[in-house]
């Protein structure tokens, strides 16, 4: 997959487990498990170039004497992922047209 449009859909789909509520990065990894194939190692910078776009916001919270650290869609998030949803309609319609080419041969 095109490194550029798998970057797109890896923050999409951060944003859209995000949309649904407050999580934390083990907690979103699960989330797309069996979805979308993302590591901790990836989705971490993710996190911060969303977070430094201003799409999402962070905080701790104190868990088993630890801090965890929860992340947070902003309405410029949801903005972000409602624009991809438009965006995404028309990948839907080139990869339509290209697989119509494809069963005629």
């Given at each position: 997959?095109?490194?550029?449009?798998?970057?797109?859909?890896?923050?999409?789909?951060?944003?859209?487990?995000?949309?649904?509520?407050?999580?934390?990065?083990?907690?979103?990894?699960?989330?797309?498990?069996?979805?979308?194939?993302?590591?901790?190692?990836?989705?971490?910078?993710?996190?911060?170039?969303?977070?430094?776009?201003?799409?999402?916001?962070?905080?701790?919270?104190?868990?088993?004497?630890?801090?965890?650290?929860?992340?947070?869609?902003?309405?410029?998030?949801?903005i972000?992922?409602?624009e991809?949803?438009?965006?995404?309609?028309?990948?839907?319609?080139?990869?339509?047209?290209?697989?119509?080419?494809?069963?005629?041969?």
């Amino acid at each position: 997959m095109d490194l550029q449009l798998k970057r797109g859909l890896l923050d999409a789909c951060v944003l859209s487990v995000l949309a649904r509520g407050d999580s934390y990065g083990y907690k979103m990894v699960r989330d797309m498990t069996g979805r979308v194939e993302i590591s901790e190692s990836t989705l971490y910078p993710i996190l911060k170039r969303l977070e430094a776009a201003g799409c999402l916001t962070v905080y701790s919270v104190e868990h088993n004497g630890r801090l965890r650290r929860f992340y947070s869609i902003t309405e410029r998030g949801r903005i972000r992922l409602n624009e991809f949803m438009k965006d995404w309609q028309e990948v839907v319609s080139a990869y339509n047209f290209i697989k119509e080419g494809c069963e005629n041969e």
